[in-house]
């Protein structure tokens, strides 16, 4: 289905006396974990601005060491190799114009993209040499076919999320690479509910975990996460405590954090800023929210130790304890990095939120409208 996608911290924490200040600390230390201390003291994320020639949707990302991937519409491919310093642009050209929102990178030159749209838009490419060729590898054989997301275990095994067709969703496994996809059997999936869909907001309905472990998620008067523990072969549907008051509401992501802890999150796109329950982790073997604020659509999460990064397109939140409590992220409106800041319209939008956020070795890349990007870089541990 087509997207259609602060807390003062001084509260917590009395005024301490100077010449008592050892002893309570010590004591209060009994208390207050790490994560919390380091959510008092922290200082702030590092942000470089860029905007792309190609002022389009980005709706996937990526990230392999300092190798930068965005994707988006209109065949749009931009990748920088130099952890976000500079960007090429990459695009797949071909006659079939779709709407790249999802991305599997293996390594610095070899990446799946993932085209989403109506019949012959679903497509996937691939490329070994960085993006400066493609290849077309699969398009789905169905008219009313629409690929929503797709991930990798490894360079073999990986797996497609599409919406449903015969009243299942359309699940198809890989084992070599690729090249060749098998639909998972209809018995082994529980069957469609009245009004579920699936969204291909950010190519995030659909992530892997180690050992086998899969999931997808869906929506549309319902939220519901589906469960794999053997590399797709079989699932199991649990309901979510988000947002479902409307057929374009429900999970519209999910992440892992560095715990490899599980997260829902999503809303509703035709009411991005309202106020309801937009997230969502698994604790004691179910499933229960998590207090965020509320604070509108989330499409995106990514974590890198114990910071984590959500985002929709009109705000962001940012969590220091592996995702157990949030706070709005405030986008800087200027930057002493590398990358100059542009003033106009980055100033404005930057500070609104984003529609995909990837990361690995310590860096985020978040992504958005009108081709702006940010990449937020983490204090180097002395």
């Not at 490329?127 to 629409?146: A, E, I, L, R, V």
């Not at 939140?317 to 709005?328: E, F, P, T």
Request: net charge positive.
């Amino acid at each position: 289905m087509t997207d259609t996608t602060q807390k003062n911290n001084n509260d917590n924490y009395p005024m301490l006396l100077p010449n008592k200040k050892s002893f309570i600390l010590l004591a209060l230390l009994s208390f207050i974990t790490f994560s919390q201390l380091s959510h008092a003291l922290q200082t702030p994320l590092q942000w470089q601005f860029k905007q792309l020639p190609a002022k389009v949707s980005l709706r996937g990302s990526a990230i392999k060491e300092h190798s930068l991937w965005v994707t988006g519409a209109n065949n749009t491919v931009f990748v920088s190799q130099d952890g976000g310093i500079s960007w090429q642009d990459k695009s797949v050209k071909s006659s079939i114009i779709t709407d790249f929102r999802d991305i599997a990178l293996f390594d610095s030159q070899t990446a799946i993209i993932m085209g989403a749209g109506s019949g012959e838009l679903s497509v996937l490419y691939k490329t070994s040499d960085g993006g400066n060729s493609w290849q077309p590898m699969y398009q789905t054989p169905h008219k009313q076919g629409f690929f929503d997301s797709i991930a990798f275990w490894d360079e073999k095994q990986g797996l497609l999320m599409g919406d449903p067709i015969d009243g299942y969703f359309v699940i198809k496994k890989t084992t070599d690479g690729g090249k060749t996809w098998q639909r998972i059997k209809h018995s082994n999936i529980p069957a469609l509910q009245e009004k579920e869909v699936a969204f291909a907001a950010s190519g995030n309905t659909l992530i892997i975990g180690k050992q086998g472990k899969a999931w997808f998620a869906t929506g549309g008067f319902s939220a519901w996460v589906y469960h794999s523990n053997d590399y797709g072969e079989t699932w199991q549907r649990r309901s979510v405590p988000i947002h479902k008051a409307s057929q374009t509401s429900g999970v519209y992501a999910l992440a892992l954090n560095s715990n490899n802890e599980v997260f829902a999150l999503g809303g509703d796109y035709l009411a991005r800023s309202a106020n309801y329950s937009n997230m969502a982790s698994i604790k004691n073997n179910s499933w229960q929210s998590v207090n965020n604020d509320q604070r509108g659509l989330r499409t995106a999460m990514a974590c890198q130790q114990a910071i984590c990064i959500s985002t929709g397109k009109l705000s962001t939140d940012v969590s220091y304890d592996h995702g157990n409590s949030w706070q709005a992220l405030s986008v800087p409106s200027n930057s002493q990095n590398s990358i100059k800041p542009i003033k106009s319209p980055l100033s404005k939008s930057l500070n609104n939120g984003f529609y995909t956020i990837a990361s690995d070795n310590n860096t985020f890349i978040a992504a958005g409208a009108k081709g702006n990007i940010a990449v937020i870089s983490l204090p180097v541990k002395e």
